[in-house]
């Protein structure tokens, strides 16, 4: 496609149950970001991966959360247990590459997943 | 550490009106700035951004923005506001390419007609 696509686009779920947020980026696009988007908090960065290298999980809140990348495309965001302040809405975005050259890095986002935990 | 001021989470302005929206930023190495817009319902869009070079950058929809280090600012200003533009606005700053974006609260545009 020709943007960043997340699904399902809205969520709802149960207290303790676990969640999976998916993200395909822009093809092409070796960097990809997850941010979360709250009321409370705003946008926060929540983990970011680029091509081969280790993912930058700086920004994950609690050992819930976990996120993978498959062959360098995909995203899969997994938060378990859910909390009631883990509602959110979860946003993905990608860049073409993750050097220094800030015009390759121009991050595009994709809608959003909003969850909702009960 | 990077930090982004949006004063004002909300801001009213009549149609036809100056729409401006303020950004301060603290950063202990020259930044890269942004600044997005998000619609209801819907991701980020890139406005403009400001890398090196003019300190006055023109975005889509007739917004601009000016970058003013001595202010540390990077104040958001459209001439004449239309109901379309009324949306979340959202400042953001990144110290290099290869780091996540860092956003201010947001500030919500509301257009009177």
């Known amino acids: 496609g020709a943007g960043v696509s997340q699904s399902p686009s809205n969520k709802v779920t149960e207290k303790g149950k676990d969640v999976e947020l998916r993200c395909d980026p822009i093809?092409?696009?070796?960097?990809l970001y997850w941010y979360r988007q709250s009321l409370g908090q705003g946008l926060e960065f929540l983990i970011y991966?680029?091509?081969?290298?280790?993912?930058?999980k700086s920004g994950l809140p609690s050992d819930r959360f976990s996120a993978e990348r498959t062959g360098g495309s995909v995203s899969t965001l997994t938060i378990q247990r859910t909390q009631q302040e883990d509602s959110a809405v979860y946003l993905c975005?990608?860049?073409?590459?993750?050097?220094?050259?800030?015009?390759?890095?121009?991050?595009?986002f994709g809608a959003g997943t909003r969850l909702s935990v009960l | 550490a990077q930090s982004v001021t949006q004063l004002g989470s909300h801001v009213s302005v009549s149609e036809g009106a100056l729409v401006l929206l303020r950004c301060n930023y603290s950063s202990s190495v020259p930044p890269y700035l942004f600044w997005y817009v998000q619609y209801p319902n819907q991701g980020l869009q890139l406005l403009l951004k400001?890398?090196?070079?003019?300190?006055l950058v023109k975005g889509i929809n007739g917004f601009e923005a000016e970058f003013k280090k001595s202010e540390t600012s990077f104040h958001l200003t459209k001439p004449s506001a239309h109901m379309s533009d009324a949306a979340e606005y959202f400042c953001a700053v990144i110290r290099s390419g290869n780091t996540p974006l860092v956003f201010g609260k947001g500030t919500r545009l509301s257009v009177i007609a």
């Open positions: 991966f680029q091509g081969n290298s280790a993912p930058d």
């Open positions: 975005a990608s860049s073409l590459a993750g050097g220094k050259l800030l015009a390759k890095n121009i991050q595009y």
């Open positions: 400001y890398t090196t070079g003019a300190t």
């Open positions: 093809s092409g696009h070796t960097a």
